[in-house]
């Protein structure tokens, strides 16, 4: 793995994903290097945080091991398999594997489409048996247990996303990424676009279904406090590169990286005053002496 520090990480199970020297240049004349050389692996059952500013390269990482963009460079491996060496039809098949939450729900969203047929659109898309009249009150059985395990009513199924609160329809939205029962969930800034008390209910429910379902989560965000809370593991990146790698704990109570002590530095502080104390102490101890990364979540 190409870091240029690294903190030690906890014991985990299974390599599910493993990323192996990825790059990615966009442009002919001018190139622009989005990915540089990043080699990774996710365990089984854990979540890894992906961090670091905008433009770093996080959601063009996150492409890249959907395969949703060819890598310039590298290679991508699901279970074992490299996927970047699949033909399409083996590359659909896995990726009924590898699902993905994106971070505004209503612009992921058919405006036009009734609830039942958003998180049904999966299992239409991949599985033959889930069309038809026939499969229909099947289908609509399946799409009442999905919203019922997010903890939202079977019978909204007929209704339409604009007439659901932003919590809401997040909660649509993971239902439709476990429709074909994913044993990944890219989770692309899941909460950042959601009202502060919902925050806290939705990271709730996808610490349960992970609990629950054995899910294997990367989460992407540039919030440090979620991500304190969420993670067994973040990888900071900048510019492209890995520059830290380790348990989350270790990451945030004692970075390495002097990028990764900058992120930390640019947490605003609640209380100047303890911030002052924390900062003379060489570290934040705790949630409480830092705000949020964000100026739309406060502590």
Known sequence: MTTEAAAPAPPAGKVLLELVGLRKEFGTRTVNVAVDDVSLEV????????????????????????RLVEPTAG?????????????????????RQMQVVLQDPYASMNPRMRITDIVAEPLVTHDPQARGRRARARTRERVGELLE??????????????????GQRQRVSIARALALRPRLLVLDEPTSALDVSVQATVLDLLADLQGRLGLTYVFVSHNLAVVRQVADRVAVMRRGRL????????????????YTRQLLDAVPVLDPRRGRRAAERGSWTSAADRGSLTGDESR
Not at 46 to 58: H, N, R
Not at 149 to 166: K, T
């Open 243 to 258: 520059v830290e790698v380790g348990a989350t704990a270790a990451v945030l109570r004692t970075p390495r990286h002097p």
């Open 75 to 95: 290679s991508v491996r699901f279970d074992g398999q490299d996927l970047t060496a699949l033909s399409p039809a083996g590359l659909r098949a896995v990726r």
């Open 43 to 66: 365990h089984e059952g854990e979540t890894l945080a992906l961090v670091g500013e905008s433009g770093c390269g996080k959601t063009t990482l996150t492409r890249l091991l959907l």
């Open 149 to 166: 395990a997010v903890g939202l009513d079977a019978g909204i199924q007929d209704r339409y996303p604009h007439e659901f609160s932003g």
